[in-house]
């Protein structure tokens, strides 16, 4: 898909202005402004009537997830990219045992792809770049059903959608100009 291949594009340009050490340090603030601790110092709240519901999410998010340590980069790659991409590891009795991050450069949501289930969502995972990065056998596409993933994304422009639009899309035309603007002025001298 040529939207795929555009999104990898604005992947390398929000790595690059992630090394600007202002832009850094705001995508860090909207980190630490979404993962605040309550008056309790935990991150998140679960408020059911439901004893067992409580002590199962509560296992979950701090336990399975980890959500006291994990959360931050989770949010700030969300805020990176648009959008963050968690594996989930089922099991039929325990439920979610594990978590693994996934590359945004390697997931694709694919939606609306089966006429015959038309609400059906899917993720496929094509590993880029050399093999050396996950060991010495290359690994394959592989395809998860929609339980199998966490897909975080930020949904505030329909234009980014199924993916998220990320909160540096603002500004990387300024940031585009900017740097060919340096790249001139050290030419020039």
Same mark, same amino acid.
């Given at each position: 898909?040529?939207?795929?291949? +555009?999104?990898?594009?604005?992947?390398?340009?929000?790595?690059?202005?992630?090394?600007?050490?202002?832009?850094?340090? +705001?995508?860090?603030? !909207?980190?630490?402004?979404?993962?605040?601790?309550? @008056?309790?110092?935990? =991150?998140? &709240?679960?408020?059911?009537?439901?004893?067992?519901?409580? $002590?199962?999410?509560?296992?979950?998010?701090?336990? =399975?997830?980890? =959500?006291?340590?994990?959360?931050?980069?989770?949010?700030?790659?969300?805020?990176? !990219?648009?959008?963050?991409?968690?594996?989930?590891?089922? &099991?039929? $009795?325990?439920?979610? *045992?594990?978590?693994?991050?996934?590359?945004? !450069?390697?997931?694709?949501?694919?939606?609306?792809?089966?006429?015959?289930?038309? @609400?059906?969502? @899917?993720?496929?995972?094509?590993? @880029?770049?050399?093999?050396?990065? #996950?060991?010495?056998?290359?690994?394959? &596409?592989? *395809?998860?059903?929609?339980?199998?993933? +966490? #897909?975080?994304?930020?949904?505030?422009?329909?234009? !980014?959608?199924?993916?998220?639009?990320?909160?540096?899309?603002?500004?990387?035309?300024?940031?585009?100009?900017?740097?060919?603007?340096?790249?001139?002025?050290?030419? #020039?001298?």
């Amino acid at each position: 898909n040529s939207y795929d291949v +555009a999104r990898r594009e604005l992947y390398k340009d929000y790595e690059l202005m992630d090394a600007d050490p202002i832009i850094s340090s +705001a995508l860090d603030i !909207y980190s630490d402004e979404s993962t605040v601790t309550n @008056q309790e110092k935990k =991150i998140l &709240t679960v408020k059911t009537e439901n004893v067992k519901v409580a $002590k199962i999410l509560h296992n979950l998010f701090y336990d =399975i997830l980890n =959500i006291e340590f994990n959360l931050w980069p989770w949010v700030r790659n969300m805020n990176k !990219y648009g959008d963050f991409f968690l594996q989930l590891e089922v &099991t039929e $009795k325990y439920g979610i *045992t594990n978590v693994t991050p996934m590359s945004a !450069y390697d997931v694709a949501r694919m939606e609306g792809h089966d006429p015959e289930n038309p @609400q059906m969502v @899917q993720f496929m995972l094509t590993p @880029q770049g050399d093999s050396s990065r #996950h060991g010495s056998n290359k690994r394959e &596409t592989e *395809t998860f059903e929609n339980y199998e993933v +966490a #897909h975080f994304r930020s949904l505030s422009d329909s234009n !980014y959608v199924p993916y998220g639009r990320s909160m540096l899309e603002g500004g990387r035309k300024t940031w585009k100009q900017l740097t060919l603007m340096e790249d001139a002025m050290l030419i #020039h001298r």
